[in-house]
């Protein structure tokens, strides 16, 4: 406030000044009176610029030596800048302002108003200046941290951008050194499965080498234990027929003692009289010299005729025995011992079969005696009996035969049957047989051929168990006499036959060799008989075993003298009861049927009525299922 005043007050005086030098200039000019400067200017000069030189003042001129005015437009000033004529003009002017106050008063402060305004609006403009100028600056400074922030986020988004590219590079050798750690242990996985699959390929063969080597084994001892089963079987069937014919002939010899004393009774009583009668006779002849010598002389040339022909028949015998015998791989055969000894049988056999029904049918009917087989089994038999029937008729080439199936199933019997049939000879051998034989083996082999060869009618050469000698020749625990004796058959067979008909038979076809099953001509499956063939078989065997058991008159001379059978009484023996006992025997072979009624006549033979009831008769049934059932289960079956 002060300093406005002060400030008004400068501006007063200086207008003081000014309005003293423009009196002062109408005074020189010899104008009347004083006019304010004022009323004779509409517009006071402008206040002087800052900094601009101070308006030019007129230098107040000594009233008394009154010179001519100049205008002193550089006016002098003291050292310090301060002109007193400036004052002195001032309050000259004041005092005409005295004078004039009232007049021009108001128009001063208005030009003070004036003044005072135009310096507020210079203030104001100056203010707004510095508010521009401020604004200037605050722009300026907002531009700088605008900029500086610019600066910051470049360098935070160059610093982010070298932080992602070092993230990105730290990231990717990361990702590299996992990778090649991957690769590393991929590689060491890989070796590791190589060792493991070299390890495990090692270990299989080492498990297949294992299990070759048990196969193989396995195989010789079932091979040996086949060998020994068959050997067995053969024993126990060798034995059996021996204990079998000693326990005939036993009774053939009871029988034939009995017969024999009655007979010897008789023949006493005929030698006593047949002595006496000699005693006579010698009598006369040692009383008559003649007739002695005569008797002598006869009977010893009677003793020395038997004594040579004996001798001499018994060395023929041997030629023909050696030259035409049968060999002793044989076990049966139709044509006996010698060649001549089977002719009467087989032509009695056959006139027979021919009386009985003008054809060629057998006991049951269907053409093949007492063997009973599937339908159509049955048609193939028939047609392969003609076939070789005719193949004899024309001297073709005979066809070789394969019968295979379960044990007991009617193979020897067909083949026996079919031999019959197509009016061959058969000869029965079993390829167990052989292996026994050793390095005699070959020999035999050809002895057999050669023995069948001179078979007038043909000879069906029947070879049992063939697996047993005829199986795979690079078996290793097959014997080298073994290889050699189915090298020899192999060799004699490899050309068809007109001579023999070679029909094997066995359990397990798929052991033969490969060279013997080529060589076959007709494969022919025995299957377990069905229910149908069961239930004939039953028949069959109840037939022969039971309602015929009292009727066996048996072979040979001594059946005069053996003692008949008792006759078996058959009560209530129904179809019914037989249909219901072949549906129990599912899984029987023809073997184990007929044993089945064998047991059946030996319960009968063994209760004290000697009759067979339906009761016996299922009761022996039931067992011998079970009986079935329990070696099955023991051989793994079921
Ligand atoms: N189909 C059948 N018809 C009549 N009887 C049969 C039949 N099958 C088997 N048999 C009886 O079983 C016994 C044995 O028959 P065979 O010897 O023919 O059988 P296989 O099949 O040759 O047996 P393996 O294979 O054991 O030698 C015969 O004596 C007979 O009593």
Redesign the pocket.
Known sequence: MAAAAAKAAAAALSAAAAVAVSSERVHAEGGSGFRFPFSSSPTPPPPPPPGAPPPSQPSPAPAAEEAPRVRNDNPRTTAAGFDPNVLERGAELLRDYEKHRDADVKKMFAYLNKVEETRQAELTAQKAEHLKEAATIELEKTRVEYDEKKKLAQQQAEIKAQIARYGDELARKRSQLENETQRARNQELVKMQEDSAIRVEQLRRQIEEEIHETRRKTDKAKALIDQETAERKSKADAEGRALEKKLSEEVDRRMFLEKANAEREKWVQAINITFEHIGGGLRTILTDQNKLVVAVGGVTALAAGIYTTREGARVVWGYVDRILGQPSLIRESSRGKYPWSGVPSRAMSTMTSKLKNGSNLGKNGNGFG????NPSLQKRVNQLANATANTKLHQAPFRNML?Y??????????ARELARESGLDYALMTGGDVAPLGSQAVTKIHQLFDWAKKSNRGLLLFI??ADAFLCERNKTYMSEAQRSALNALLFRTGDQSKDIVLAL?T?RPGDLDSAVTDRIDEVLE?PL?GEE?RCK?LK??LDKYIVKAGDKQGKGWFRFFRRQPQKIAVKGITDDLIQEAAAKTDGF???E??KLMASVQAAVYGSTECELTPSLFREVVDYKVAEHQQRRKIAGHA
């Open positions: 007492d063997v009973i087989l019968f199936g379960p044990p007991g199933t009617g193979k020897t019997m067909a049992d168990e038979a359990n025995f008989p063939e078989l069959l065997y072979s023809g073997r049927i007929a």
